[in-house]
Nanobody, 116 residues
Framework: QVQLVESGGGLVQAGGSLRLSCAAS????????MRWYRQAPGKERELVAT????????NYADSVQGRFSISRDNAKNTVYLQMNSLKPEDTAVYYC?????????WGRGTQVTVSS
């Protein structure tokens, strides 16, 4: 089992940047594929980005392609989401998700608010 804690959210103006972090504990972090999701008020949870266990392969939602970057540091048990050129429509609670052996674990989320 793995425990996930997100941080780095906040209020930023449109065009600005934030870097989210997700710290993992309780299990072998490097064996988990990692994802970032987000959920805006009144909307379904949306997959934002994924990264493989080694970090060699990443994928992004079309809505964030070219603006967001997912990375991981297995030595620090942490996955990151660098968010640039933020837009008001990026406003949401961002969740970290770990998956191994068809079992997934969620963090509690961190709020990102982008003002226009």
């Amino acid at each position: 089992q793995v425990q996930l804690v997100e941080s780095g959210g906040g209020l930023v103006q449109a065009g600005g940047s934030l870097r989210l972090s997700c710290a993992a504990s309780g299990s072998t972090f490097s064996s988990y594929a990692m994802r970032w999701y987000r959920q805006a008020p009144g909307k379904e949870r949306e997959l934002v980005a994924t990264i493989t266990t080694s970090g060699s392969i990443t994928n992004y939602a079309d809505s964030v392609q070219g603006r967001f970057s997912i990375s991981r540091d297995n030595a620090k048990n942490t996955v990151y989401l660098q968010m640039n050129s933020l837009k008001p429509e990026d406003t949401a609670v961002y969740y970290c998700y770990a998956r191994r052996d068809s079992i997934g674990y969620w963090g509690r989320g961190t709020q990102v608010t982008v003002s226009s």
